[in-house]
């Protein structure tokens, strides 16, 4: 018998049965069991189709290619920048990998100089700590002004939503330009430091709530009467 123990987006613990059936194939913060998947950690039961998945409640960002993330420069060599972006280790963005041409010795502190904050795209990353980025691509640029919100990295995706429908409502009721990165780092930048703050507390508001089903149209109704916010310390 195909049976699914538990719901979507509840919070489970390790060793507690998902599901049960051949029907169901285990990925990543669970493992099958015999008949059965179980989870490994602790974390917000995530089923796509009949894959069930653990995503971890909280935890370090580690770094997927394609991931876009949103980092800042502590160190500049010959060859290019080292950055933060929130993982264990820190990312490479090599002059190659840059948005523009750079002749080679030429002061890298005219494109990245040290804090600034980039947003930019993981090309590699291996088991051996190597973390390479780029900042060619779409949207892939240093982000001047605003302000950076440091989110666990698990909870990005509700922050975002299905198909991005959470972030555009976002933007469209605040006026802001957004930003999230894979690694957990919110970028918001608006008109007024009042909207930057509506943005503030309704991803706050978001990461406290992200296990609660219908949260999307929570976050939709708190914007449209955005005297909420005041009463959020």
Known sequence: MTKLLVKE??????????????????????????????????????????????????????????????????????????VDIG???????????????????????????????????????????????????????KLTGGKIIEVTPSKVPRMIGKQGSMISMIKESTGCNLLIGQNGRVWVKGTSIENENLVTKTIMKIEEESHIDGLTDKIKKLLENKKWINLIK
Do not use: Q
Request: aromatic content about 10%; glycine content about 10%; overall charge neutral.
């Open 87 to 141: 993982s264990a280790y820190p990312a490479t963005l090599s002059i190659r990998e840059a948005t523009e041409f750079i002749d080679r010795g030429e002061n890298l502190t005219k494109y990245y100089d040290y804090g600034d904050i980039i947003a930019a795209k993981v090309v590699r990353a291996t088991r051996y700590n190597s973390i390479d980025i780029t900042t060619k691509g779409p949207g892939l640029k």
């Open 9 to 82: 987006h509840e919070i489970v613990v390790p060793g507690e049965d998902l599901a049960e059936g051949m029907d169901y194939l285990p990925s990543s913060g669970s493992y099958r069991d015999k008949d059965k998947i179980v989870a490994s950690k602790l974390g917000i039961v995530s089923v796509n189709k009949n894959i069930v998945k653990v995503i971890p409640l909280a935890g370090r960002y580690f770094p997927k290619v394609d991931d876009v993330v949103i980092g800042k420069v502590v160190d500049i060599g010959f060859y290019g920048w080292s």
